[in-house]
Structure formats: C-alpha cells, structure tokens
C-alpha cells in the first residue's frame, strides 16, 4: 500500500488534526487517511444516484407527453 509522507505542518496544524481525530474517535493517521479520501472522492451527484437505484430496481416507463400549447409573453406592468 503506497505510503505518503508529509513534512513541515505548522503545530497549529498538527494540534487540530489530534483534535479532530478525538472527537472522531479515530488516530491522527485515520483521520489523515479520512480527510485525504474524502477530498479526492469523486463526488456522484443526486441524479445519478437516483438512476443507479431505478436500475437496481428494474426501470420505470413514464408516459410522457409535452404539452404544446404556446407560452403567453410576460407582462411587466
């Protein structure tokens, strides 16, 4: 498993890393670890995840008609 090494925090940096890592309940280096996969995760937004559940779920037919009746203008009066 690769390994990283980090030099140089300030001890500002490295006291509120242990904090946190407390009131997480887990390790400095867990907690790292969580902050670093956190930041990086690709982010899957709403949709997609409401499509991957439809999928599971076998798909859904909706009928789907568009109304065609023109727009009436705004008025701003």
Same mark, same amino acid.
């Given at each position: 498993?690769p390994?990283?090494t980090?030099r140089?925090?300030t001890?500002?940096?490295?006291?509120?890393?242990?904090?946190r890592?407390a009131r997480?309940g887990?390790s400095?280096?867990?907690e790292?670890?969580?902050i670093l996969?956190e930041?990086?995760?690709?982010?899957?937004?709403l949709g997609?995840?409401?499509?991957?559940?439809?999928?599971? /779920?076998g798909g859904v037919? /909706?009928?789907?008609?568009?109304d065609k009746t023109?727009?009436?203008?705004a008025?701003?009066e």
């Amino acid at each position: 498993m690769p390994a990283v090494t980090v030099r140089n925090l300030t001890e500002a940096t490295h006291r509120a890393l242990k904090s946190r890592a407390a009131r997480h309940g887990r390790s400095t280096e867990a907690e790292i670890r969580a902050i670093l996969e956190e930041s990086v995760r690709p982010r899957v937004g709403l949709g997609s995840q409401l499509l991957a559940v439809g999928r599971r /779920l076998g798909g859904v037919e /909706l009928p789907l008609v568009r109304d065609k009746t023109p727009v009436a203008p705004a008025t701003f009066e």
